[in-house]
């Protein structure tokens, strides 16, 4: 549908040469000129880690054209593109500024330790709004854990929130976990040499994954 650039590529980063053509991909995407309309106001960053030409290899990433997307895109477009729209509007955002806690505490003589992040300053999280600060709360994960505001020394109630759950043997291989899996193999071998030797390649390309399966 011409809205995004090439597909089949596993490139991260742009070329030098796409940067002068940001603000008018920008403004081409008018679904999110909210978004958008702050980072017209002053000239763009550019971060080496998103423009380096020296990691770009066939293809740079993906990124909008900067076409206005078709009202009758299916449903799984929208969904592909917004992913695609949003990225690229997170690149150009603010730094986001975080603060890594750790909290201390004692409860009938029992200690207790706790460790998780305050977000000091959203920046790019912005672009995602509520959604990313909803997903990262509902991670198992303590060191992804959002933390809320404490003041040291502070004491007194505190209700705690109980949960029990139950471990899952592994899922089975979807044909998009099995495709990660060959795009990250090389991880979980043991021998360090191999491990090494693997650590960038997996197995097939990103052009040629589907076609083993």
Same mark, same amino acid.
């Given at each position: 549908?011409?809205?995004?650039?090439?597909?089949?590529?596993?490139?991260?980063?742009? $070329?030098?040469?796409?940067?002068?053509?940001?603000?008018? !991909?920008?403004?081409?995407?008018?679904?999110?000129?909210? +978004? *958008?309309?702050?980072?017209?106001?002053?000239?763009?960053?550019? $971060?080496?880690?998103? &423009? /380096?030409? $020296?990691? *770009?290899? /066939?293809?740079?990433? !993906? %990124?909008?054209?900067? *076409?206005?997307?078709?009202?009758?895109?299916? =449903?799984?477009?929208?969904?592909?593109?917004?992913?695609?729209?949003?990225?690229? %509007?997170?690149?150009?955002?603010? #730094?986001?500024?975080?603060?890594?806690?750790?909290?201390?505490?004692?409860?009938?003589?029992?200690? &207790?330790?706790?460790?998780?992040?305050?977000?000091?300053?959203?920046?790019? =999280?912005?672009?995602?709004?509520?959604?990313?600060?909803?997903?990262?709360?509902?991670?198992?994960? /303590?060191?992804?854990?959002?933390?809320?505001?404490?003041?040291?020394?502070?004491?007194?109630?505190?209700?705690?929130?109980?949960?029990?759950?139950?471990?899952?043997?592994?899922?089975?291989?979807?044909?998009?976990?099995?495709? =990660?899996?060959?795009?990250?193999?090389?991880?979980? *071998?043991?021998?360090?040499? +191999?491990? #090494?030797?693997?650590? #960038?390649?997996? !197995?097939?390309?990103? $052009?040629?994954?589907?076609?083993?399966?």
């Amino acid at each position: 549908k011409r809205v995004t650039t090439y597909p089949r590529v596993d490139t991260t980063y742009l $070329s030098d040469d796409i940067y002068p053509k940001v603000p008018n !991909i920008l403004k081409g995407l008018q679904p999110y000129a909210a +978004l *958008v309309a702050p980072l017209l106001q002053s000239k763009l960053k550019k $971060s080496k880690k998103v &423009f /380096d030409n $020296s990691k *770009v290899t /066939d293809h740079h990433a !993906i %990124i909008p054209t900067g *076409v206005n997307p078709p009202s009758s895109l299916s =449903r799984n477009e929208k969904l592909v593109y917004n992913l695609v729209a949003l990225r690229f %509007i997170a690149n150009f955002y603010p #730094d986001a500024k975080i603060s890594t806690t750790t909290v201390l505490g004692t409860a009938n003589e029992v200690d &207790f330790k706790c460790s998780g992040k305050q977000i000091l300053s959203p920046g790019w =999280r912005n672009v995602y709004g509520q959604r990313k600060q909803a997903e990262e709360e509902n991670n198992d994960s /303590d060191e992804e854990q959002v933390m809320p505001s404490f003041v040291k020394g502070e004491k007194g109630p505190h209700e705690p929130s109980l949960q029990e759950k139950q471990t899952q043997p592994p899922k089975p291989y979807t044909e998009a976990t099995l495709l =990660r899996a060959m795009e990250t193999a090389g991880k979980s *071998v043991e021998d360090e040499e +191999l491990r #090494d030797l693997m650590k #960038d390649n997996g !197995i097939g390309r990103p $052009s040629t994954r589907a076609a083993l399966l």
